[in-house]
């Protein structure tokens, strides 16, 4: 049986890698990055594996038995100030279970799962199923002014390889990742470990509100093309749409304001609004009716209002045949619960549409993520990393 104390002794020499007084950052592509990939290759060689990485900066460790193998694996990047076990558990587990296993098993660590320093989440494996738009993300330039194409090469990866990524996946049968719960659900449902069923659905607005700019003193009520207050009354009628569906998500996460003179009409807001919910179709619904809200909105305040969708995923189902065993192999041992639906987005969640994929989850006390009070037992996820290991036994045999 997998234990804590296996576990905490993998993580001891990652932990204190990029941990400061207000958490864990390990942003992609930095010094904190490559002491963290040094780890990644002392656990490979211990455990007989070779270290390799792939164009897109993956890093592998690979059994000598000839691919395709199953793989396993997680993230070792972080947010700014994350919590300490938020990808990192991952791929700890992994190492224990592919030590462990009778069967050849892969362990992977995904490049630049957060996208915290250019805005690309789930770079390394939206690069290895080909579904990053390379150009795009090696231009994005981060706080500092360096762009990705520039980090890359900083850190030794080749910008121009990135095209041949997809290549890797053959040598991949399927993946699964261990990964903390970031919500309370288990701990409301009193178990360990749980299986996630599938990744919802989710979608990305951004608006445009363009009204005039007009002193905020002498201009009359009926001659106000406030765009900042038509964007606040978006928002609110945004949220309402929801309805009273507690699987159903709004979030207004970022407001733009022009000119932001403290005298002056808002003359121009861009507004980004994140909805997610197990279905597509309650998204779609959504999306719908904030088309006639704005409109509404539009005719009632004289501020032009544009939306667009700027990004949108359906959401995927994970596969069945891993799903059921991870869910017996839960249940075995004394975890048995129903699939959770899981709101935020995973590699394990790109690779599912090439690759048979599949998630377990470890019970996270607070329920926080991306922030350090998250709060995982070591105990707990040792339930989820044996449920693992019993679970690809079975599949790859
Ligand atoms: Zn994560």
Do not use: Y
Not at 191 to 199: D, F, K, R, S, T
């Amino acid at each position: 049986m997998i234990t804590a104390h296996d576990l905490a002794a993998r993580l001891k020499d990652l932990e204190p890698i990029g941990l400061g007084p207000s958490g864990t950052t390990r942003l992609a592509w930095t010094p904190e990055d490559a002491a963290a990939r040094r780890w990644f290759e002392r656990q490979a060689v211990a455990g007989g594996l070779r270290a390799e990485r792939d164009p897109a900066g993956n890093l592998w460790a690979v059994p000598g038995a000839p691919g395709p193998w199953w793989g396993v694996g997680s993230h070792l990047d972080s947010v700014r100030s994350g919590g300490r076990h938020d990808g990192a558990l991952g791929v700890a587990a992994a190492f224990e279970v592919a030590a462990r296993a009778g069967v050849p098993l892969a362990v992977i660590s995904f490049a630049d799962e957060e996208g915290a320093r250019f805005n690309t989440p789930t770079f390394g494996s939206r690069a290895l199923v080909g579904r990053l738009d390379v150009d795009d993300a090696l231009g994005r330039v981060d706080d500092d002014g360096v762009t990705m194409a520039d980090a890359l090469t900083a850190a030794g990866v080749d910008p121009a390889g990135l095209p041949a990524a997809p290549r890797r996946l053959a040598l991949l049968r399927g993946f699964v990742e261990l990964h903390i719960d970031q919500t309370r659900d288990l701990a409301r449902a009193g178990v360990p470990a749980g299986v996630v069923g599938a990744l919802a659905s989710r979608m990305r607005v951004e608006v445009e509100l363009t009204g005039r700019a007009d002193h905020a003193g002498t201009t009359r009520r009926n001659e106000r093309r406030d765009a900042l207050a038509a964007a606040a009354r978006l928002i609110v009628r945004a949220d309402e749409l929801a309805g009273g569906d507690p699987e159903f998500v709004v979030t207004a996460t970022r407001l733009l304001v022009e000119p932001g003179a403290l005298t002056t009409i808002p003359s121009h807001v861009a507004l980004w609004i994140d909805a997610r919910a197990p279905a597509p179709s309650t998204v779609e619904q959504w999306r719908a009716g904030l088309d006639r809200v704005a409109q509404e909105l539009a005719r009632a305040t004289g501020v032009a209002i544009e939306v667009r969708t700027s990004a949108q995923s359906a959401g995927v189902a994970f596969d069945p045949a891993i799903r059921s065993r991870l869910s017996a192999a839960c249940a075995d041992l004394g975890s048995a619960g129903a699939e959770l639906v899981c709101f935020a987005g995973h590699d394990a969640g790109v690779l599912a549409e090439r690759l048979p994929a599949g998630m377990a989850f470890v019970r996270n006390a607070t329920g926080v993520s991306h922030a350090p009070d998250e709060q995982v037992a070591l105990e707990d996820a040792a339930v989820a990393a044996e449920a693992m290991l019993r679970a690809l036994e079975e599949l790859a045999a």
